[in-house]
């Protein structure tokens, strides 16, 4: 019994309270974060009133990132705090497991419980990895979804039970193994989430040991996951990997505050999946260091967001710039071996509510004179593709007009035109050019996007940042074709931020490259509050 001054109750009323304060507390969250953004809808509607009244482009007033929650981010500040109530109020059990679990923070493909999504996504999974070079990689004997996960995230097909995050761990492994040719004896996560692709992995490999890096609530989660799945295995919670008991661990799981003390050691494999995208660019940084200057690392191997839109008069824009960055932290030391935009199970018709991604795995080893060349040779066949061509600017400026007719005669009066370092680029011009244009189905190594982008991470070749921005924003052509009035949609993609900001996050104008000024001008007032 508590004695609570003015009310005696029994303990299991004490409890009941205490889960209805949590749940009450949880809705407040909600409608705080629900009003906010009613609120950031309304100055926005206002704002953008006001500058169609005026019949010109006002620049908008934008909202300094709290800096109270830089440290998980934007995208991780909420679940995390909630994650950790749940977590205070009682040890972490099976069912509350599952209610974590289920609350959506951790899932990708096992969002939807329908049960006929379920099966039609795996049923597409199936098919596609039989069409892949990850199909002829065996499924362990006891491969099968953990039962902790909610059963109607599952399905039963000969005798084992698949979810759609279950097959999507799998196809990270079998492309591991395809490409890696050795299994991995020690593995660094980041970003382990609930403990999902280190079970896979361990299943396949059992002799893999594991580094597992997250925020607290996501190990605390992680540590019950999988000592549910490897009874016997040993797993250490530690805040250093020098500690001795981490020594002999099967599983080590350290809080990322505690990231920056691991240095001096030696990884087969890091692994990133879904969560670089979602960190600040600080932590972005952070982590991409430890791998590349703090730790020796073989192989790298992330699959993560890319091509989101950024309305560049969002109030939050500062917030929204601030997160993700991370194909521009890839230094010139890595040789690809395999590169693809919403790749292995990812392009799945059955579900399109997830982010696009972008999957690169590569390996540690110094850049070449070799490969530096073969990397710029490789950018330069992108310069006679259309959407270089017909950005380029030209002397006469005979593809100024917006009259399709006149644009028809002038591409046939226009000769060869050369691309060179100096060549100055218009992004508003392609867009209009016959009112046609088709975005790149290439998606491997093969598109303009990835060399460009290779380039850029092995030569810093300022030609070939030009082009990749200007091949982004030929991804969002809406705005090109809005005109330069008020009623122009103001997007962006993000890594057209990415690449044309420095590593401090300052968006620094191209002066060879012609952007809708309230664009340039917008992105650049709100860098500076980062």
């Not at 593809?399 to 370092?421: C, K």
Request: net charge negative; charged share 20%; hydrophobic share 40%.
């Amino acid at each position: 019994m508590f004695d609570l001054g003015w009310r005696i109750v029994s303990r299991k009323k004490f409890s009941a309270l205490e889960a209805r304060v949590g749940e009450l507390e949880s809705q407040v969250g909600a409608y705080s974060q629900a009003l906010q953004a009613t609120a950031n809808d309304r100055d926005r509607i206002q704002m953008m009133l006001s500058r169609s009244a005026a019949g010109g482009e006002m620049a908008p007033t934008f909202v300094e990132p709290d800096r109270g929650t830089r440290g998980y981010g934007r995208v991780w500040s909420n679940p995390a705090a909630d994650y950790s109530r749940q977590l205070g109020r009682e040890p972490i059990n099976n069912g509350l497991f599952r209610a974590i679990v289920s609350s959506g923070g951790y899932a990708q493909m096992s969002m939807l419980r329908d049960p006929g999504v379920v099966e039609a996504t795996v049923a597409w999974q199936l098919d596609t990895m039989k069409s892949l070079n990850i199909g002829r990689v065996a499924w362990p004997e006891n491969f099968g979804e953990s039962p902790l996960l909610p059963s109607e995230t599952t399905v039963e097909v000969e005798g084992r039970r698949l979810s759609p995050d279950l097959l999507r761990f799998w196809s990270y492994v079998a492309a591991l193994d395809v490409h890696l040719g050795q299994p991995p004896r020690r593995v660094l996560e980041i970003g382990s989430g609930y403990g999902g692709f280190a079970r896979v992995m361990r299943l396949h490999h059992p002799g893999c040991r594991f580094v597992l890096l997250d925020l607290q609530p996501s190990l605390t989660v992680a540590g019950h996951f999988l000592a549910h799945a490897f009874p016997e295995a040993l797993i250490v919670h530690a805040t250093s990997l020098s500690d001795p008991s981490a020594k002999d661990a099967d599983f080590v799981l350290v809080a990322a505050e505690h990231a920056g003390d691991i240095t001096g050691e030696s990884f087969d494999l890091a692994v990133n999946f879904w969560s670089l995208g979602e960190m600040t660019r600080a932590h972005v940084a952070g982590y991409f260091d430890l791998i590349q200057a703090r730790n020796s690392v073989r192989s790298l191997f992330t699959v993560n967001h890319v091509f989101a839109p950024l309305d560049t008069t969002a109030h939050n824009l500062p917030a929204l710039l601030d997160t993700g960055g991370w194909l521009s932290r890839f230094d010139r030391d890595w040789q690809i071996s395999f590169f693809g935009i919403d790749p292995l199970l990812h392009d799945c018709p059955v579900i399109r509510h997830t982010h696009m991604g972008a999957a690169v795995m590569a390996q540690r080893q110094v850049a070449d004179l070799e490969a530096r060349r073969a990397a710029s040779e490789i950018a330069t066949q992108v310069h006679r593709e259309d959407f270089v061509t017909l950005a380029a600017a030209s002397p006469a400026g005979d593809l100024a007009t917006s009259q399709t007719v006149d644009l028809h005669a002038a591409l046939q009066r226009r000769g060869a035109v050369v691309i060179g370092p100096e060549t100055a680029f218009d992004a508003r011009r392609y867009g209009d050019t016959l009112q046609l244009w088709r975005d790149d189905s290439r998606r491997g190594a093969d598109s303009a996007f990835f060399r460009l982008w290779n380039d850029v991470r092995i030569n810093g070749s300022p030609l070939s940042r030009r082009l990749l921005c200007l091949w982004l924003a030929s991804r969002w052509r809406a705005p090109i074709r809005g005109g330069e009035g008020p009623a122009m949609l103001d997007t962006v993609l993000t890594e057209q931020y990415e690449f044309g900001a420095g590593h401090d996050g300052r968006w620094r104008s191209d002066p060879l490259l012609t952007l809708p000024f309230h664009v340039s001008r917008n992105l650049e007032a709100a860098s500076t509050l980062l």
